[in-house]
């Protein structure tokens, strides 16, 4: 089973930028759907983007379209996501998730099988 591990996070403020890494471990991420999600403190998490091993199509909450980008780096196993013009409501603990080959991804939760531990992101003036 791919092992997850997320790094990137931190503090930034309102309209700044972070990028997240998830980096596999155990074996190759090439054949997984992965996504990212996040909680906020007091809230249920949810999903932000996914992309498909096929095709690489991709998936993003509405309330991040157009700022947030996942991408892929096959050589170094790992899956990022480039976050842009950050809000206050984009705090909260981010998970990326891996989950089985799809032709198109979703942000749904329960479709993914192996967790990353998470990392904080803080947005904040």
């Known amino acids: 089973q791919v092992q997850l591990v997320e790094s990137g996070g931190g503090s930034a403020q309102p309209g700044g930028s972070l990028r997240l890494s998830c980096v596999a471990s155990?074996?190759?991420?090439?054949?997984?759907?992965v996504g990212w999600f996040r909680q906020a403190p007091g809230k249920e998490r949810e999903g932000v983007a996914c992309v498909a091993n096929f095709e690489e199509n991709e998936a993003y909450l509405d309330s991040v379209k157009g700022r947030f980008a996942i991408s892929r780096d096959y050589v170094k196993n790992a899956v990022y996501l480039q976050m842009n013009t950050l809000k206050s409501e984009d705090t909260g603990v981010y998970y990326c998730?891996?989950?089985?080959?799809?032709?198109?991804?979703?942000?749904?939760?329960?479709?993914?099988?192996?967790w990353g531990q998470g990392t904080q992101v803080t947005v904040s003036a």
């Open positions: 998730a891996a989950g089985p080959a799809t032709r198109y991804c979703s942000i749904v939760e329960s479709q993914y099988k192996s």
């Open positions: 155990g074996e190759s991420v090439v054949p997984y759907t």
